[in-house]
């Protein structure tokens, strides 16, 4: 029942863009106990079917600039066959702090978004007055 809703709880967020194999890596490694490189290439395979219908949906609803798409997948591609290849060489330790660190920079740039947001919001709403 637990892999069930982390399923479903990491393909909804998938769906929408912002990385559900974020969320689901960590929780693999902290809810179900996986190896964290266990976790990471669970996530690879998740990503296979999650990202098709989220690419076929995009596609229907015109969101996708195709060209742009191609190029970032190229050399996407390449950078995944860089990355698999050092990700094996790591200490699963090792591994597991960068993927924090990883975690932490995202978070801090989020916090700094809405907070920037939140006071351009309340600059308009003040030059309204």
């Given amino acids: 029942m637990v892999e069930i809703l ?9 769906g929408t863009g912002m990385g559900g ?3 689901l890596i960590f929780l693999l490694v902290y809810v179900l106990g996986i190896e964290q490189h266990i976790a990471q290439a669970t996530n690879l395979i998740f990503f296979i079917p999650t990202s098709i219908i989220a690419i076929i949906i995009n596609l229907k609803n015109k969101n ?5 798409a191609i190029f970032i ?3 996407g591609i390449l950078g995944a066959i860089i990355g698999a290849n050092i990700s094996i060489k790591i200490d699963v330790q ?3 702090k960068c993927f924090g660190i ?5 978070a801090i740039h989020e916090i700094y978004t809405i907070i920037k947001w939140y006071k351009k919001q309340k600059a308009r709403d003040n030059n309204k007055k």
Avoid: Q
Avoid at 6 to 14: F, L, T
């Fill in 6 to 14: 982390i399923g479903i709880a990491s393909g909804i967020i998938s």
């Fill in 21 to 23: 194999g974020t969320l």
């Fill in 64 to 68: 996708i600039a195709i060209k742009t």
């Fill in 73 to 75: 997948s190229v050399f």
């Fill in 94 to 96: 090792i591994l597991r």
């Fill in 102 to 106: 990883f975690l932490a920079v995202i």
